[in-house]
């Protein structure tokens, strides 16, 4: 993890990446490995906003957002939103993509006659 000027100051422990299952920290920690500076970062409902902001890289004002008090079937059409002119790493569970609109994100393909 690189040093962020919005970066928490106190000490952050290493995920446990022992196996079998990922804890949440060992994701986000992949995550923040994976994205670039210019990437922004929004996530609906994810364990705690605390350790969003411990765990990521936030190099720029206005690279992370998330909801603050939940909101199922919002979350994608937000990322949608935000990735109009910018990268998006858009964070969601399988609750708040089911409840979104079925035409704002990806479905399977179906086989038309």
Known sequence: MSQSPFRSTRPIAEADTSG???TA???LDAIDRGTR????VF?????SAEMLRDRLTIARAR???YSAAGGL??????????KLGRPVVCLLGDGPRTTASPACGPRPATKSR
Do not use: C
């Open 25 to 27: 920290e060992a994701i």
């Open 43 to 47: 996530s609906l409902e994810w364990t």
């Open 63 to 65: 690279s992370l957002f």
């Open 73 to 82: 079937g919002w979350g994608l059409p937000a990322a949608i939103g935000l």
């Open 37 to 40: 500076d210019d990437d922004t």
């Open 20 to 22: 079998p299952h990922f």
